[in-house]
């Protein structure tokens, strides 16, 4: 889900911001929600289910539901699967798997979007390594997301802490700008060189997501048009907050 091309990177009055966080705020409680439901024997429609009826209790719409013609609320991705894999009854978690949840939500003319890496019961040492590199990746590209630092700081920040451990970063898929739209300028990829790019500003928001796989950077696309998998059938892990960048240090809505 990655439409647009960058153009100027929208600065968010106060008011905006103030509604992007409680947006953020009801993602998050969803996703807790739904991480604390996660055990072998479930099948990833049984998430979709409970996200659905979440949002309609929170009185939000889902982001993704029709976006591109995107057939669900959620992306649950299993294992090698990276991102986009759409949910279904017959998709049944096993112990050992790793899930990942991604959610965006439409709240007040405002989107928040946030991912999570979830273990599956009990899963290998690799497994746990990854799921520990890739929110490391987030925590450090989030942290470079301050005023007067620039866009290639983060990217930079990503790739270093998934390639000093012999992982690497999804190269074709990226993070991007939040608003009024659920992908706006720019594309934050999830490499790239200190220093570059355009300067970031207070009032910026942005969804920083890691890709990490266990193997080789490349992917490739199911036959359903939207499963994305590693090329190598290595596991991936992902990880994704909506966030702000503040006067001080940045703001976590999700």
Known sequence: ?????????????????????????????????????????????????????????????????????????LCTSINEEVVHGIPSKRRILKNGDLLKIDAG?????????????????????????????????????????????????????????????????????????????LHEPPQIPNFGNPNRGPRLKTGMVFAIEPMVNAGGWETRVLKDNWTVVTADGRRSAHFEHTIAITKDSPEIFT
């Open 105 to 181: 939500l439409l709240y007040k003319g405002f989107y928040a979007d946030s991912a999570r890496t979830v273990p599956v019961g009990d899963v290998n040492d690799e497994s746990h390594l990854l799921i520990e590199v890739t929110k490391k990746a987030l925590w450090n590209g989030i942290g470079e997301a301050r005023a007067g630092k620039r866009l290639g700081d983060i990217s930079y920040a990503i790739q270093t802490a998934a390639e000093t451990v012999g992982f690497s970063v999804v190269r074709e898929y990226t993070g991007h700008g939040i608003g009024r739209s």
């Open 1 to 73: 889900m990655t439409p647009h091309k960058d153009k100027s990177i929208e600065v968010k009055s106060p008011g905006e911001i103030a509604i992007m966080r409680k947006a953020g705020k009801i993602l998050k409680d969803v996703l807790d929600n739904l991480v604390s439901l996660v055990s072998p024997g479930m099948t990833t429609w049984d998430f979709e289910f409970k996200a659905r009826r979440l949002f309609q209790e929170k009185g939000v719409k889902p982001a993704f539901l029709g976006y591109m013609n995107y057939p669900a609320v």
